[in-house]
């Protein structure tokens, strides 16, 4: 068991859970199980579910509002863009019983899960507003070095926190990045957010890097975000 109360992970059958999924057979494959901390038995797989999109921008959105409502509006607004905006093979998610109880979105080397097309942002928001939208999202793009695996925000649902879904979707996440030869994983987190810093730090994670906001700042209502970075090994290494 590790230090975050994950008791039981296990790999499942990766074929049958494609198959079932109806995922490309070049998808990462990956289904395990996690009994966490407090006995709550959970599924975690490596992609959003199409009956489970709406739900999932909406748990994302409502999780990461601080970043993302400057950039997509209000709630009702950002459901309009962000079912059509996301890529739901560059995620981890965690269920509870059929239900979503949580998601990691990641950047690979192929791009984020969040992606909205400028031509999206522009027909739902106009010329003016559609650009200057899409420049504020630039704003929280990231670079990641050769090796590194990034993850591009986590949110789990509110009834069904503090009990290590949160943790679990980490691991999870790690374990991805390991089995896929990365050498590194990383993120970044608000400076209003310091209870999501303090988890990754006990997992491991260190500063390397600290960004400011500038005069956008008073768009975003943080000022500076903070990257934190984690050493892996690759499996085989």
């Known amino acids: 068991m590790d230090h975050m109360g994950i008791c039981l992970?296990?790999?499942?059958?990766?074929?049958?859970?494609?198959?079932?999924?109806?995922?490309?057979?070049?998808?990462?494959?990956?289904?395990?199980?996690?009994?966490?901390?407090?006995?709550?038995?959970?599924?975690?797989?490596?992609?959003?579910?199409?009956?489970?999109?709406?739900?999932?921008?909406?748990?994302y959105y409502t999780g990461l509002e601080a970043k993302l409502r400057p950039v997509f509006g209000p709630l009702a607004s950002a459901l309009a863009v962000l079912p059509s905006s996301i890529h739901p093979t560059r995620c981890m998610t965690a269920f509870s019983e059929g239900r979503l109880a949580g998601i990691l979105g990641i950047h690979d080397l192929q791009g984020s899960f969040l992606e909205p097309a400028y031509v999206i942002m522009v027909r739902h928001y106009g010329q003016i507003s559609g650009a200057f939208r899409t420049m504020l999202l630039m704003l929280l793009d990231h670079k990641t070095p050769p090796g590194d695996l990034y993850l591009d925000g986590i949110v789990v649902e509110p009834s069904l926190r503090r009990?290590?879904?949160?943790?679990?979707?980490?691991?999870?996440?790690?374990?991805?990045?390991?089995?896929?030869?990365?050498?590194t994983v990383s993120l970044e987190v608000i400076d209003i957010n310091p209870r999501a810093r303090s988890l990754y730090e006990r997992l491991g994670y260190r500063q390397i890097a600290?960004?400011?906001?500038?005069?956008?700042?008073?768009?975003?209502?943080?000022?500076?975000?903070?990257?934190?970075?984690k050493s892996i090994r690759p499996a085989g290494s």
Do not use: W
């Open 9 to 59: 992970r296990f790999k499942e059958n990766f074929e049958e859970r494609i198959k079932d999924a109806g995922l490309a057979t070049g998808a990462f494959l990956s289904g395990l199980k996690a009994l966490t901390r407090t006995r709550t038995m959970i599924d975690i797989i490596d992609h959003l579910p199409e009956a489970h999109i709406s739900a999932g921008v909406r748990l």
């Open 163 to 183: 009990q290590g879904i949160g943790s679990a979707l980490i691991t999870a996440f790690e374990d991805r990045a390991r089995d896929n030869g990365f050498a």
């Open 210 to 229: 600290t960004y400011t906001m500038g005069p956008f700042s008073r768009f975003f209502g943080f000022r500076t975000t903070h990257r934190l970075t």
